[in-house]
């Protein structure tokens, strides 16, 4: 029971519905869902396919209907709401859509207090969280408030945080999405790094170049995993993206 466990995420068949979706619909048909230690998968597909939920029931978030998601070889699904918010704690860093800042906090504390938190040195907190912010261009804004950034800026600084602990697995939606060129340019440096660094990252993107540079990309369609293709094996994505995200031909 020991050791470091064979897979950083299991799903067997996931499947989530919703409190009163309508005519049964499921947001999770059924996943199936291996992430081992290192990889970077991509999560792909139209809007309402199912990504956020899927990233939300590996992240411990919410719990599936019917199915098994293992984390770090434990049982998430079946853990208390106590047991699973500790599990998400040690195992798990989230960068979401909404930000979760600590609004009162300076930049640098709000990077800072969660390796305070696990007993890191204070000056080994800010030599991390120096070298976070400067790769992510952000080296000069430590002193200010998330109000008094931009809606990009904190999406960064919510990057650098879910870092900062060298979480087990990275779970980010959109990580580059919001951002100017230059900005997702610095995001996707880091994330190459981290993951060249044996960072285990799940993400979800609609963003090509980010998909590019998973080991594998998931291509999902209406709550099921369709397809999955692997960029760094040659497989064209352009191509074979293209065909899932455009809507089918009505009667088809
Ligand atoms: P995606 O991230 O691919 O856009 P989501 O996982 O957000 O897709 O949504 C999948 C489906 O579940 C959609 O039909 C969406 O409307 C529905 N859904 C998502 N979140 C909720 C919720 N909290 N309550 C009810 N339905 C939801």
Redesign the pocket.
């Known amino acids: 029971m020991s050791g470091p466990p064979e897979a950083m995420v299991v799903c067997r068949g996931v499947t ?1 519905r ?4 309508e005519d049964g ?1 499921l ?2 048909a059924g996943v199936d869902l291996t992430v081992a230690p290192g990889e970077l998968v991509a999560i792909m ?12 029931l590996i992240g411990g978030l919410d719990t599936p209907t019917a199915g098994e998601v293992e984390v770090t070889g434990q049982r998430m699904d079946r853990l208390s709401e106590a047991r699973r918010a500790v599990l998400r704690r040690r195992s798990v860093g989230y960068v979401f859509q909404f930000f979760n800042l600590v609004a009162n906090l300076t930049v640098a504390d709000n990077i800072e207090l969660p390796m305070l938190l696990v007993g890191a040195a204070p000056a080994e907190a800010r030599e991390r969280r120096a070298a976070l912010l400067e790769r992510l261009g952000l080296g000069d804004q430590h002193r200010k408030v998330p109000s008094q950034l931009s809606g990009g800026q904190q999406q960064r600084v919510a990057l650098a945080r879910a870092l900062a602990n060298h979480p087990p697995l990275l779970l980010a ?1 959109e990580p580059t999405g919001n951002l100017d060129t230059a900005s997702a340019r610095d995001v996707l440096a880091l994330l190459r790094d981290e993951h060249a660094g044996g960072q285990t990252i799940v993400l ?1 993107t609609h963003d090509e170049r980010v998909a590019a540079a998973a080991d594998r990309v998931l291509a ?1 369609e209406d ?1 099921r995993i369709e397809r999955e293709l692997r960029p760094a094996a040659g497989d064209d994505l352009g191509r074979a993206l293209a065909g899932l995200l455009t809507p089918a031909p009505p009667g088809g």
């Open positions: 989530k919703y409190e009163g979706a619909t947001a999770l597909g139209p809007s309402g396919c199912g990504k956020s939920t899927l990233l939300h939606d979800v999902m709550g």
